[in-house]
């Protein structure tokens, strides 16, 4: 049976209320949990970013949910601190945590001033730094001189298990690169058939057997008017497809390319409805497909009465 989270936007809510949100949900029947990593928000209208890292030890200790997290290594994060944090974690609260490493993007991370590389500079990169969070994570001494640099790098307290390393693709070409090193996939909810084509280029990269998870953007409200009203306020920053999302480097920058996109417009990437049955048959066929973990990010700000509903009505659904 496919776990079904909820996904804790740290880029649309402080901190403190993402904390109440995840008790709620897991009070509600979500089985798992998300965390997103962001250090600005997307759009100005979000107005959040809270430092993820901080957050899941306080939901880790607060709640009995698993929990994942979507970082970047080898930027604003070298990869020994990211291990480090993860080690920690999963020291603390063990098999709770699984880490999803990314190409990362450049709203994120060229903070520091790193020159922002083209994409295929960008997963060698990635691909550098999970080999050496492994590597630490075994306990290994590492020295390393490349796109990073290590020297005589040793974590001291590690866990009994280290976490699962997800990479995450939105592209077959992605997705077959990762199939070779990363523990599972990360993808995000598509048309069946392409998100099929994804799980498909994973398999045929090496990562056969591997469990696919899934983050799905979606967009509940009791109306329609009010579901896709609620997804252009606060998810409009998303749509804009290609490379885009991965190269504008502030919440302005986003909020300038999407001045002429219209509410009709974020049904193309989200899933919208006021149908609490349509969505239970939606996210089925992300089941269908094999998919171990469904995050669901419900974009609009009524999380609460988003919980409740799904949690009584689609919930049950997904689970018979």
Known sequence: MARIGFHASHEQFAPSELLRLVQLAESAGFNCAMSSDHFRPWGPTQGQSGFAWSWLGAALQSTGLPFGVISAPGYRYHPAILAQAAATLCEMFPGRLWLKLGSGQRLNEDLTGVAWPEKAERNARLRECADIIRALLRGETVSHYGRVTLVDCKLYSLPKEPPMLLGAAVTETTAEFLGSWADGLLTVSGKPDQVRKVAEAFWRGGGEGKPLFMQVGLNWAPT?????????????????????????????????????VKPEDMKQSLLISADLDQH?????????????????????????????AFGSKVLPQLRR
């Open 224 to 260: 329609e008017e009010e579901a896709l009203q609620g997804a252009y306020e606060q998810w409009r920053y998303n749509v804009l497809g290609g490379e885009v999302n991965w190269e504008l480097r502030s919440p302005q920058d986003f909020d300038t390319a999407t001045r002429y």
């Open 280 to 308: 239970a048959e939606w996210l089925s066929q992300y089941v269908d497909l094999g998919f171990h973990e469904l995050q669901l990010h419900q974009v609009g700000r009524n999380q609460s009465a988003f919980i409740e």
